[in-house]
């Protein structure tokens, strides 16, 4: 059955809206009724009754129409705002200002002193009304909605009193929220008995637990823009210790833009790790990429997925998104279009180890810049196949410099790893030799390449806090490797924009090392994850240390001893000095590789070795051995290196 509606596609009135039609006619009779009676204190007599009938007839008709033209047609009491006060106000002065003439036209007799007093009589009663009407609207909802839930609100900051406007004001809860008091952090104690919108000070974080108690606080929202990541596991676990509901506010600037109601939501693990927000050159960015055709490689995985997020929003022409998983590159070509960019989104299907295809894909669209974000990263699974990791690391990375190289690209940023600094796995061994591939093509190239080091991002598909989720959704146990085992960490986003950055601070051959923080222990991580899952280790789930794995190491680093790391533009980005190959081996290297493809594991590692010397092989290799009549010693191999 179709939807009936009126000519001209317009939306009838509600039954509410229709109401309040009637009580603001009605306000405005009423306003006209006691003008004369003030203006003649209370006596009217024949002469007055009809003057005061023609002012009726004239006045209300008028300002009513001016009010609802104001109001786009329609009338509602769901809020009084300082916009809904001015279009009151302004309604009703068009409205005397448009009466006053057709009143002298047709000669109605209206003293003056009746336009002003109604027009001050007029305003009050619409104000007090539609104020009165929220009021009582509120009273019922918040009756409906049962008990209030008391909010104690953590950290103070020039947008305190916004955030409480927003949790006093928004009608878009489910439940019925009181604020109760603000605490400091224990460096602004000077604030306590102090109050901000009516809302006092009660303490510092210091002494949380206890206000908790004496408040009978059910939750606590944190601003999370006041405190480190440390400071938000340390008042998240008091807050568990207390059985009261931790929460994490919404950016400020994001509430204040209107843009979204007040909506608390749980404390995540992103929240704990404290990263914060990374600023870039945002004009520099786009004066970079607009117009540009940018190739994405691994488009479909958690880096490269967001770099093409990133990437869209500089206006590129073209974005070729490069991976060879049909499905994931479906979803993210789906997203990308759905984002409603200018951007053309090219989706290209193609096996970067395959140096034809790879040809082909740079031949047809010609890219300008090329983010390498495809490789393997699962350590173990490299372990037990290094042959394919050598064919999907290096060999590939070395496939897409050369046509790079070939196709005149502006600029080529391939994606590295902590791994590979001192690797002691077969990964970050590949990732090292590939690093040293990129240097050795842009000595040769116009091509401006560049490499991106950095540590471990969060939420990416397969990584720690995915792994741990689901364990804890099991039951558990939680197992990780090592109970002093440490990693950095940041937040895709983070990492995304920073190597972006990046792509425009280079001028060919640098390794950028990007700022990851401080590393975080695994066992801190996991005990951090069971604690905002409402859960307690040893009483509801178990942690299971089981032994580091092949080529896993207790701790990662960003550089050796050996780089000198420089600064750069950006305070979070940073240049190292690194050792490289000489120009004249990269045909020998490559065809090392490729000899070793389908060898034993054990001469895979020993090449390896021989390429970056700081790779120690695993004990049971016996190196001389390995290579012995197989693919020659290590003098055999001619590689110069230069400082």
């Known amino acids: 059955m179709t939807e009936k509606r009126p ?11 229709m109401a309040w039609n009637m009580v603001q006619l009605g306000s405005l009779a009423l306003a006209v009724a006691l003008a004369f009676v003030i203006r003649f204190e209370g006596i009217l007599d024949t002469q007055n009754i009809d003057s005061m009938c023609s002012c009726l007839g004239i006045l209300v008709p008028v300002q009513f129409f001016m009010l609802l033209a104001i109001a786009g047609g329609r009338s509602s ?118 109050s901000t919108s009516g809302i006092s000070v009660l303490g510092t974080t210091k002494n949380i637990n206890r206000i908790i108690d004496t408040h009978r606080i059910d939750e606590v929202m944190l601003l999370s823009q006041t405190f480190l990541g440390s400071e938000v596991a340390e008042l998240q676990k008091q807050c568990a210790e207390t059985g009261c509901t931790a929460t994490i506010i919404p950016a400020i600037h994001t509430l204040l833009s209107g843009k979204v109601h007040m909506q608390p939501r749980p404390i995540d693990i992103a929240d704990l790790l ?26 479909s995985g958690s880096i490269g997925s967001e770099l093409c997020r990133q990437l869209i929003k500089h206006g590129p022409q073209e974005l070729v998104v490069l991976d060879r998983s049909e499905t994931g590159l479906f979803w993210v070509e789906r997203e990308l279009n759905d984002a409603h960019s200018s951007t053309t989104i090219i989706p290209s299907i193609t096996d970067i180890t395959d140096a034809d295809r790879v040809s082909h894909v740079f031949t047809e669209y010609r890219p300008d810049i090329v983010f390498h974000a495809a490789a393997y990263k699962h350590v173990p699974l490299m372990e037990q196949h290094p042959g394919e990791a050598i064919k999907n690391i290096p060999l590939a990375t070395s496939i897409l410099a050369r046509a790079a190289d070939k196709h005149d690209v502006e ?41 991106v080091r950095f540590g471990n991002v969060l939420n990416s598909a397969g990584s720690v806090v995915p792994v741990f989720r689901e364990q804890i959704l099991r039951g558990g146990p939680i197992t990780v490797t090592h109970p002093d085992i440490e990693r950095y960490f940041m937040t895709i986003p983070e990492a995304a924009r920073l190597v972006i950055q990046a792509g425009l601070l280079g001028n060919g051959g640098e390794v950028f090392v990007l700022d990851m923080g401080e590393p975080i222990r695994i066992a801190d991580l996991a005990h951090d994850m069971v604690r905002l899952s409402n859960l307690e280790v040893g009483r509801d789930i178990e942690i299971r240390y089981t032994g580091l794995r092949p080529g896993e190491k207790l701790y990662e680093e960003l550089f050796t001893e050996h780089e000198k790391l420089r600064d750069t533009a950006h305070p979070k980005i940073h240049s190292a000095e690194i050792k490289a190959v000489g120009v004249e081996n990269t045909d020998v290297v490559i065809e090392q590789l490729t000899t070793v493809l389908h060898r034993p594991a054990d001469e895979v590692r020993v090449l390896l070795h021989q390429l970056v010397p700081e790779y120690m092989l695993p004990k049971k290799v016996d190196a001389a051995e390995a290579i012995a009549g197989q693919i020659g010693t290590p003098q055999e191999i001619p590689l110069k290196r230069s400082a």
């Open 77 to 194: 009491i769901r809020g009084l705002t300082l916009r809904d006060l001015w279009q009151i106000i302004f309604g009703i002065t068009m409205g005397l200002a448009v009466a006053a003439p057709v009143a002298i036209i047709t000669q109605a007799s209206i003293p003056r002193s009746i336009w002003v007093i109604d027009w001050f009589i007029a305003i009050s009663l619409l104000g007090g009304l539609r104020g009165a009407a929220c009021e009582v609207g509120d009273f019922i909802r918040r009756r409906s909605l049962g008990p209030a839930s008391r909010i104690l609100i953590v950290g103070t900051c020039p947008s305190s009193e916004a955030v409480v406007r927003a949790i006093q004001s928004d009608n878009s809860q489910k439940e019925h929220r009181v604020v109760v008091g603000m605490i400091a952090k224990q460096q602004d104690r000077n604030l306590v008995g102090r």
């Open 274 to 299: 404290g990263r914060q927000a990374v600023d870039t050159d945002t004009d520099g960015l786009t004066r970079w990429l607009c117009n540009k055709t940018i190739l994405v490689t691994g488009a």
């Open 411 to 451: 600029t080529f940023v391939m994606i590295s790893t902590d791994k590979a600094v001192n690797p002691t796995s077969v990964m970050g061994c590949c990732k090292r030799v590939a690093e040293m591939l990129v240097q050795l093509i842009a000595d040769e190239s116009k091509t401006q390449f560049s490499t």
């Open 7 to 17: 000519l001209g596609g317009l939306r009838l009135p509600s039954t509410r809206d």
